[in-house]
């Protein structure tokens, strides 16, 4: 063995190593999975410059860069570093350095599609690194919810929402993307269980796969009701939806499920009433009255901000730095009269919507090579016929909801929210990437598309 074959092997066993604990270190180490996060990202391009070795079945090459969604994002890229350039933008070397990094979250997510999930042992242990993280999630909840506290001795947030194992109410938002395929996952086994035993297909799905998969999906919206989180509650209603459109077994399912909100938000009002305030009576005074909110005053700031600088923005974390300057604080006729638009009360870190944020960083140009990188995306994890399809249509519906318009959001590049979107971004776009590994699962009635390819790229 060369020297470079065994430096392509001790890449192999790091990278497919980082990939495997990249969940983990989500969920508990954001420092380590800033570690991993870089790690999969160069070790990508020196894996890509390596090129095989003696081995044929071990080439990466560079052929994933000529992907159109690798191409739209380092368009994205490219022109977030020219808009945060001294003159340009604000011109802070801090806001420069971080436009330059941004670039690690779609390597990460390629070094996962072509690099570390190419085998498919790999990605059947991802799957349930990921089940296992889930499940982690629900029993921390539950507890929580029974006993008043979590397995860390956390308590409910003062608002009476759920934290999960955490101090503070974050879980919700990344366990309401990891359910959507780990949920589906579970949809096909009992379809797969029910076709085992011989029952004809239609009355297996009237009978035990429709009453499973409806138990299912109840007990996920009722953990997302209980847990009280407003934004991740409707996502959560929403890739549900997006999940019975392309997997037919489960449309019954996501009838019931949606019969039963009501219900469930109704004993959330007397099983936990602060949680309850949250969800609802909150949320419905902030919509009747939108504009006069935090929410619409962001909203209207950035809009200001993007009508100054409307070529380029102001550069990286542009909302940031920019926010409190006094020639931003007015209102809009056609959206919020506020004399100051809020003044510097409503600065925050970001504009709370991956849209506007990238609006204001890179101005109208950013927002439509953003948006064409969220469709590139899309396009690319569209799930077509092909093995495990349950699987890659929830992991679909995470990134959809994840870059849903119409919603609060928080930093686009922010870990641990957006290392889990662009780690499940990469875990489908490898689904997607290898689908000869299985033959198709059995199912019944996936949304119709083009026959099975072999491979993409």
Known sequence: ??????????????????????????????????????????????????????????????????????????????????????????????????????????????????????????????????????????????????????????????????????????????????????????????????????????????????????????????????????????LTVLGIAVCAAFYRPMRPAAIMAACSLPVLVLMVRFLAPQAFHHLVILAADQMTHFWQSQYGQVFTRAIIMAQYHPVTGLGYDAFRHACSHPIYHHGLPWFNTEVDGGGRTICVQHAHNHYLQALTNAGVPGLFLFSGFVFACLRALWPWRGAHQAWRIGLFAAFFVQEWPLASASDFLNLPLGGWAFMLLGVGLAEAWHRIDDAPEPEAGTHAGSPIVLRQG
Not at 39 to 44: D, E, P
Not at 134 to 150: D, M, P, S, W
Not at 194 to 223: K, N, Y
Request: hydrophobic content about 55%.
């Open 1 to 234: 063995m060369t020297r470079t074959d065994r430096l392509i092997s001790a890449l192999d066993r790091l990278g497919i190593g980082m990939t495997l604990l990249m969940p983990v270190f989500l969920t508990h180490g954001r420092v380590f999975s800033e570690i991993a996060m870089d790690v999969l990202a160069i070790g990508l391009l020196i894996r890509s410059g390596l090129g095989s070795g003696h081995s044929t079945e071990a080439r990466i090459g560079w052929g994933w860069g000529r992907q159109f969604w690798v191409r739209v994002a380092l368009l994205w890229w490219v022109w977030q570093i020219v808009c945060s350039l001294p003159h340009i933008g604000l011109g802070s070397s801090q806001a420069l350095t971080q436009a330059c990094l941004a670039i690690r979250f779609p390597l990460m997510a390629a070094a996962m599609q072509v690099w570390t999930l190419r085998l498919p042992s790999v990605r059947g242990a991802m799957r349930w690194v990921l089940v296992i993280c889930c499940l982690y999630f629900v029993l921390q909840f539950v507890i929580q919810a029974v006993f008043g506290h979590n397995l860390f001795g956390y308590p409910r947030y003062i608002d009476g929402t759920l934290t999960g194992p955490y101090a503070h109410p974050r879980a919700a938002a990344p366990f309401s993307r990891l359910v959507l395929p780990v949920m589906m996952l579970g949809c096909a086994g009992l379809v797969a269980r029910s076709r085992s035993q011989g029952i004809p297909p239609a009355r297996a799905i009237r009978l035990q796969g429709f009453v499973a998969m409806s138990l299912l999906a109840i007990a996920v919206m009722a953990l997302m009701v209980l847990a009280g989180q407003r934004i991740p509650t409707v």
